[in-house]
T-cell receptor
Framework: DTAVSQTPKYLVTQMGNDKSIKCEQN?????MYWYKQDSKKFLKIMFS???????INETVPNRFSPKSPDKAHLNLHINSLELGDSAVYFC??????????????????FGPGTRLTVL | KQEVTQIPAALSVPEGENLVLNCSFT??????LQWFRQDPGKGLTSLLL???SQREQTSGRLNASLDKSSGRSTLYIAASQPGDSATYLC?????????WGAGTKLIIKP
C-alpha cells in the first residue's frame, strides 16, 4: 500500500562508483520529483518529470541523470560519486505539475528517502 | 529569489502544552504553503496545505495560518503529545517549485 517507494533505503559506496536509486509511485500521479536534503536539512529540488518528460532541471552536476521509463517510475543515476554527494535523497509525486485555476493545490507525496553515504 | 526561514530551529516543551512554530518567506507571490512532518529515518508526511487565497487550515490538533502580505505562516499544535516529536518543515509553492525551510526540531517531553 506504499504510495511512493524508494530503493534502496541506505546506500554506502566508495568515491568514484556509479549508483542508482529507484522510485516508484502507485498513486497514478503525472509528476515525479527528486529532492536532495543536505546536512542542514534543506531540501532542494533536483529534477521534475511530468508524464515522462523533464520539466525542471535545477543546477546539478551532469553526473546526476534522471530516467523515467514510465509515469510511475523516476530513477536517479549518479556517476562518479563524490564525497559531497552524501545526503538523503527524496522522491516525490504529485497529481499535476501545472496548476489549474481553482485546483486543490499541488500536494506532493514523498518517499521514505535514501540515505547515500560516499566514503 | 524565494527564501524560507523557520524559527526556532529546535524547541523542547513539556507534554500537554500548546505551541507555535513559525515560517517566513521573502516573496509573497506564492501559490500555496505546506507544512510537513519528518520523522527520523522516514519520509515526509504532508500535514496541511494552505492555498494562497486562504487564511488557515485545520486538521485535528493542528492549525496552520497564512499571512501572505507579511510573508508568514504559523503552525499551531494544541495539547502536544510525545508522538508529536519530529522535525516540522514548511515549504512554499513558488514558481512551480517547492522552496523549503530548514525545519524546526520539536521534542515533547513526557
Amino acid at each position: 500500500d506504499t504510495a511512493v517507494s524508494q530503493t534502496p533505503k541506505y546506500l554506502v559506496t566508495q568515491m568514484g562508483n556509479d549508483k542508482s536509486i529507484k522510485c516508484e509511485q502507485n498513486l497514478g500521479h503525472d509528476t515525479m520529483y527528486w529532492y536532495k536534503q543536505d546536512s542542514k536539512k534543506f531540501l532542494k529540488i533536483m529534477f521534475s518529470y511530468n508524464n515522462k518528460e523533464l520539466i525542471i532541471n535545477e543546477t546539478v552536476p551532469n553526473r546526476f541523470s534522471p530516467k523515467s521509463p514510465d509515469k510511475a517510475h523516476l530513477n536517479l543515476h549518479i556517476n562518479s560519486l563524490e564525497l559531497g554527494d552524501s545526503a538523503v535523497y527524496f522522491c516525490a509525486s504529485s497529481q499535476e505539475a501545472v496548476r489549474t485555476s481553482g485546483a486543490g493545490g499541488n500536494t506532493q507525496y514523498f518517499g521514505p528517502g535514501t540515505r547515500l553515504t560516499v566514503l | 529569489k524565494q527564501e524560507v526561514t523557520q524559527i526556532p530551529a529546535a524547541l523542547s516543551v513539556p507534554e500537554g502544552e500548546n505551541l507555535v512554530l513559525n515560517c517566513s518567506f521573502t516573496d509573497s507571490a506564492i501559490y500555496n504553503l505546506q507544512w510537513f512532518r519528518q520523522d527520523p529515518g522516514k519520509g515526509l508526511t504532508s500535514l496541511l496545505l494552505i492555498q494562497s487565497s486562504q487564511r488557515e487550515q485545520t486538521s485535528g490538533r493542528l492549525n496552520a495560518s497564512l499571512d501572505k502580505s507579511s510573508g508568514r505562516s504559523t503552525l499551531y499544535i494544541a495539547a502536544s503529545q510525545p508522538g508529536d516529536s519530529a522535525t516540522y518543515l514548511c515549504a512554499v509553492d513558488s514558481n512551480y517549485q517547492l522552496i523549503w525551510g530548514a525545519g524546526t526540531k520539536l521534542i515533547i517531553k513526557p
